[in-house]
C-alpha cells in the first residue's frame, strides 16, 4: 500500500490496520526537510497573493509613518536620544521586524489550508520524522521572510535611511528577523494546530500583531511612552528585535531592556536581543512540535 508524502510522490508504509509494523521513511532527516522546504516553496509561488499581502502592510506603514508622523516622531527620537538620526533611519528597524511579524501570521493560515483540504493528514501518516516536517515547513517561511525583509531595506534606504554598519548589517537585520519571526511561526502553526479553522488562526494571530508593535521601542524610545507601556514593553519580544535591529542599523547599543557591557559598543546591543529571541524560539518550536507529534498519534488512525 502506498500514500502520497509531502511533494506528492509515493511512498511506502505499512501499518495502517492490524497493528502492522509502520516501515521507515526512506529519506534521512534532512532528506525530510528538504522535501518539506521545496513543498511549502512551491505553494507560496501557485499562491502569491498571501505573501504580497504580508509584504503590502509593512510598506504602507513605512512610507506613511516616515512622510505623515516624520516630522513629529522624528523631533522626540531626536529629543530622546540626543543624536542626528533620521526617522527613516529609526523605524526601518522596527519595519523589517514587522514584516518577519506579519509574514508569519501566514505560516498558520497555510498549514489550515492544508488541513481543510487534507494534505494534512497524508503527511501525518506517512514515516516522516514529524520534526523534519515542522522544520522543512519552517525553512520555508523564513526563506520567505529573509527576501521580504531584504526588500523592505532597500525602500528604506532609497527613503533616506542609512545602514552604518553596511553590508554585514543587512545581513545581521536579515538574520535577526529571521530569528524573531521563529517563535511567531511556532504560534502561528500551534494555533492552526488546536483550531483548525482559518478565521480562527488569523483571528488570532492578528490579535497580538498590532498591540505587540504598539507597545514596543518599535516606533519611538521608550523614554516617551507611559510607564505601563514600557512595563510591558521589557517583556515583549518585539523591543528585543527591534532593539537589535536598530543596534545593527545605528552601529552603537541602544538595547533598552538588558544592560550589557561584555563586548565592544554595538554587539552589546545585539547579542542580548539575539539569546533571548534564540530562547523564545525554541520554547515554542517545541510546544509546535509537540501538537505536532499529538495530532499525528490522535489524529491518524
Known amino acids: 500500500m502506498s500514500t502520497p508524502d509531502a511533494d506528492g510522490s509515493a511512498e511506502e508504509y505499512a501499518g495502517a490496520t492490524g497493528g502492522e509494523e509502520v516501515t521507515r521513511s526512506g529519506n534521512s532527516f534532512a532528506g525530510d526537510v528538504w522535501v518539506n522546504f521545496k513543498r511549502w516553496n512551491v505553494k507560496a509561488v501557485r499562491n502569491p497573493f498571501v505573501l504580497v499581502v504580508s509584504l503590502?502592510?509593512?510598506?504602507?506603514?513605512l512610507v506613511l509613518f516616515t512622510q505623515v508622523f516624520g516630522n513629529v516622531a522624528g523631533g522626540a527620537v531626536e529629543g530622546a536620544t540626543g543624536g542626528d538620526i533620521s526617522y527613516e533611519t529609526y523605524l526601518v528597524p522596527a519595519i523589517a521586524i514587522q514584516v518577519a511579524l506579519a509574514a508569519a501570521v501566514t505560516s498558520g493560515i497555510g498549514l489550515v489550508n492544508d488541513i481543510e483540504n487534507g494534505m494534512f493528514e497524508k503527511v501525518l501518516v506517512t514515516p516522516m520524522n514529524r520534526t523534519a516536517v515542522f522544520l522543512g515547513k519552517t525553512a520555508a517561511e523564513v526563506f520567505r521572510i529573509a527576501i521580504q525583509i531584504g526588500i523592505i531595506l532597500g525602500l528604506g534606504v532609497l527613503l533616506g535611511a542609512e545602514i552604518a554598519t553596511g553590508l554585514p548589517g543587512v545581513i545581521g537585520i536579515m538574520g535577526i528577523g529571521v530569528l524573531f519571526s521563529l517563535w511567531?511561526?511556532?504560534?502561528?502553526?500551534s494555533l492552526a494546530i488546536l483550531t483548525r479553522d482559518?478565521?480562527?488562526t488569523i483571528i488570532g494571530a492578528n490579535?497580538?500583531?498590532?498591540?505587540?508593535?504598539f507597545l514596543s521601542s518599535a516606533f519611538l524610545p521608550l523614554a516617551t511612552?507611559?510607564?505601563?507601556?514600557?512595563?510591558f514593553a521589557r517583556l515583549n519580544p518585539v523591543t528585543y528585535g527591534v532593539?537589535?535591529?536598530?543596534?545593527?542599523?545605528l552601529d552603537e547599543n541602544v538595547?533598552?531592556?538588558?544592560?550589557?557591557s561584555w563586548f565592544d559598543g554595538t554587539l552589546n546591543g545585539v547579542v542580548p536581543g539575539v539569546?533571548?529571541?534564540a530562547g523564545i524560539g525554541l520554547s515554542f518550536g517545541a510546544i509546535a512540535v509537540y501538537l505536532l507529534s499529538r495530532a499525528s498519534s490522535s489524529d491518524v488512525k
Do not use: H
Request: aromatic share 12%.
Open 56 to 61: 503590502a502592510q509593512p510598506i504602507i506603514f
Open 184 to 189: 511567531f511561526v511556532a504560534f502561528s502553526n
Open 198 to 200: 482559518q478565521e480562527s
Open 207 to 213: 490579535l497580538l500583531q498590532f498591540p505587540l508593535l
Open 225 to 231: 511612552l507611559p510607564g505601563w507601556i514600557q512595563t
Open 243 to 249: 532593539d537589535a535591529t536598530r543596534s545593527l542599523m
Open 255 to 260: 538595547m533598552t531592556v538588558i544592560e550589557v
Open 275 to 277: 539569546a533571548v529571541l
